[in-house]
């Protein structure tokens, strides 16, 4: 099979998304990394979701914030979308997919805040036809609503794509809708054999 589009997830594809190693850039107690991580990520799903707002989780987050961290998360919520680790070898392969001459997408469950700020956190994403974020169109992967919002958005033919997520449901549900796809593991080996580049 030759495919026309890689489709990407942004996290633990494009860049490394770690509860921990976020946590980490703002707090150097490991011993309350249980605590603020039960916090902070909560309610990430719906965050992802688009059913409620980074103003919503961070004031939750903050009433159920012992008094010593709450600039902690006030400086979380207004900085986290800029600590995620890039995946160096997942951005040379779609450097070299896009001389090649490869359509590439991005379609990943995030929160506004990262997808309004993505493009100025995150230089790889210029190389990209097109972009889908979940919480601003309030779809979420797996729903198959936003593997189709993908393909008519940008008028791709879903048998013509290929999609690479770090989670089995949401390559399930791609597959459902027609699109092929892989469980990303970092291997760009695998991926490139099974795309046949």
Request: with cysteine; hydrophobic share 40%; glycine share 6%.
């Amino acid at each position: 099979m030759t495919y026309k589009h890689i489709v990407f997830d942004f996290g633990n594809v494009l860049a490394k998304f770690d509860p921990d190693y976020l946590l980490g850039q703002f707090c150097d107690n490991k011993e309350a990394f249980p605590l603020l991580s039960d916090i902070l990520f909560e309610h990430w799903d719906e965050l992802d979701a688009g059913t409620i707002t980074p103003e919503m989780a961070r004031a939750e987050a903050i009433s159920k914030t012992p008094t010593a961290y709450q600039n902690l998360v006030l400086r979380f919520f207004e900085e986290w979308y800029r600590h995620l680790l890039p995946l160096e070898d997942t951005w040379k392969f779609i450097r070299e997919l896009k001389e090649q001459g490869y359509g590439l997408y991005i379609l990943s469950n995030a929160p506004v805040d990262f997808a309004e700020h993505a493009a100025d956190c995150y230089e790889i994403t210029s190389l990209f036809d097109g972009i889908v974020f979940s919480a601003p169109i309030k779809m979420a992967k797996p729903q198959p609503e936003i593997y189709h919002h993908l393909f008519h958005t940008y008028h791709l033919s879903p048998a013509d794509c290929f999609f690479l997520d770090d989670k089995p449901e949401n390559i399930q549900a791609a597959k459902d809708a027609g699109m092929d796809g892989l469980v990303f593991t970092g291997d760009i080996d695998i991926v490139k054999e099974r795309i046949g580049f």
